[in-house]
């Protein structure tokens, strides 16, 4: 293993929104360049977990405070994977049904982050690169760093990639006997604001910083969730480095989960067959331009503007649309996006929890994908839509200002508008509509998009980049 990423999720093993996918694609990418990659996650009981065969490497012990818990990590070399997967299964406190969400939480992700660096510590041959994936693997630089136990793992490059600066995992300094020794007077490396913040305190110990879009660095340093100075302060070492997408798992023309496989060629008859599979389904009418929601039903989304935004599409005698929502989230945001069904029946459902064929199908039946986010450090759904031919309309924030040209621009592809609000978004999708009656540019449009390259050999390599700078 010269590279380790270590990450609370990873596609296809559990999954609960992009960085699963992008933890679950970067290492198969870095393989294929040369550069061995592995991953290391908790062992949750998920389908995957369930159903395969893992072989087990490696026992040992974790403690948080006076409590020890015994751990094992279970292994899987899989050609479909792309790269060897490490399950670190600490009974009761990680192999739960649910990746997030338990009031112990703190807990259980330090207690795997421990049990990682427990396990790679006693390796004879160190990996050259430790790459962690947000807050819940953000301890590890400053343990590999302070704590005397992991003291031979001092000059191992550490990399945080920033996927959500929003959640920041803070805890009470209450809980500091939960740490392996340390000198104390490196505290301040793990504070923020008088809180334990395992975000900070990787801003602060990794080597290296990356976010997983360049206008997600710069935002950041104005808007970070209380952390923009620091973020400012570390500037030297971050980079921004858009995301790809697995063009093998995310592939009209091969994917299993779609009704009609379609591509560049047959675009035009794929889309309809799958767009009519999709209108019998949820009950729509197909000769609307179908616009459609897939995402966390949360305010970074923009979520809680939807049921109006949808509302006065609707209600508007001179637009025609039918609109699909796939989402899961805040209960409130699910209710109110449910309340409206009655009022537009045959030209507006919902599907209110996680799906992910669903999510394929619709990606390959929708004409365009609504994104009005607040925060979107990078978005992987508008690349998704794009290579099924979906239109993106999006909030030009983050990642989507990065992947998403207006088509008032020259060669632009998708809509754009600058503000995530209700007004902004209903008129942005006008815009769509008066490009479905055009139906000669929406389908040169529809046909450009799906060429458009996000495939992640080039972001792969500029990590590699990264990783041989530091090594
Ligand atoms: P985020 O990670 O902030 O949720 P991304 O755009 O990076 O946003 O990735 C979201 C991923 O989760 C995509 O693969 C998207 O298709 C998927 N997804 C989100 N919500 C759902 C859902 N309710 N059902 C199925 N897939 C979903
Ligand atoms: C986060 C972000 C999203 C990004 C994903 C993968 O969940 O919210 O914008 O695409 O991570 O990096």
Same mark, same amino acid.
């Given at each position: ?176 006997? !939960? ?256 490009? !479905? ?25 500029? !990590? ?8």
């Amino acid at each position: 293993m010269e590279i380790i990423h270590i990450s609370a999720e990873c596609y296809p093993i559990a999954k609960v929104g992009g960085l699963a996918d992008v933890v679950g694609a970067l290492p198969k990418y870095q393989n294929k360049a040369g550069k061995k990659s592995a991953v290391i996650m908790p062992y949750y009981k998920t389908k995957f977990t369930q159903n395969n065969m893992l072989k087990s490497d490696h026992k040992g012990t974790v403690s948080l405070g006076s409590l020890i818990y015994d751990f094992e990590v279970f292994s899987l070399d899989n050609e479909t994977l792309g790269y060897p997967l490490y399950l670190v299964k600490i009974p009761d406190l990680m192999d739960r049904d649910n990746v997030y969400g338990y009031n112990d939480d703190t807990e259980r992700y330090l207690a795997f982050q421990k049990a990682v660096l427990n396990w790679i510590v006693q390796f004879q041959d160190k990996p050259k690169i430790v790459h962690c994936h947000d807050y819940h693997t953000g301890l590890i630089p400053f343990m590999m760093l302070y704590a005397h136990k992991y003291q031979s793992l001092r000059k191992t490059p550490t990399i945080l990639t920033i996927h959500n600066a929003q959640y920041q995992g803070q805890f009470s300094f209450d809980k500091l006997n !939960y740490f392996p020794e340390y000198d104390l007077s490196n505290s301040g490396m793990l504070e923020w604001d008088q809180m334990i913040n395992p975000l900070a305190a990787a801003v602060k110990c990794a080597w290296a910083i990356t976010t997983v879009s360049p206008s997600y660095l710069i935002e950041l340093r104005s808007s970070a969730n209380g952390m923009e100075w620091l973020l400012d302060n570390e500037k030297e070492k971050s980079i921004g480095i858009l995301n790809g997408i697995d063009t093998e798992v995310w592939n009209p023309a091969t994917d299993p989960m779609i009704l009609k496989k379609f591509n560049k060629q047959n675009s035009l008859s794929g889309k309809r067959k799958n767009k009519l599979f999709l209108c019998k389904k949820f009950n729509l009418d197909p000769k609307n331009p179908l616009f459609a929601f897939i995402g966390r039903l949360v305010g970074e989304k923009g979520a809680e503007l939807l049921p109006e935004i949808f509302d006065q599409i609707l209600k508007n005698k001179n637009l025609n649309a039918s609109i699909l929502v796939l989402g899961s989230g805040d209960p409130e945001i699910e209710k109110a996006l449910n309340k409206i069904k009655p009022l537009h029946k045959g030209k507006y459902n919902t599907y209110i929890g996680y799906d992910e064929t669903l999510s394929h199908i619709i990606y390959a039946g929708a004409d365009y994908l609504v994104m009005p986010s607040k925060v979107e450090p990078c978005g992987l759904n508008q690349m998704y839509s794009l290579r099924y031919g979906t239109i993106p309309i999006v909030r030009s924030i983050g990642g989507l200002k990065d992947t998403i040209v207006d088509i008032s621009e020259e060669n632009g592809f998708g809509i754009c508008h600058d503000n995530t609000e209700v007004d902004e978004a209903v008129e942005a999708i006008q815009r769509a509509s008066d490009l !479905y009656n055009d139906q000669s540019k929406f389908k040169k449009i529809r046909k450009q998009i799906m060429l458009i390259d996000h495939s992640w050999g080039n972001a792969a390599n500029k !990590y590699i980049d990264l990783y041989n700078k530091l090594i």
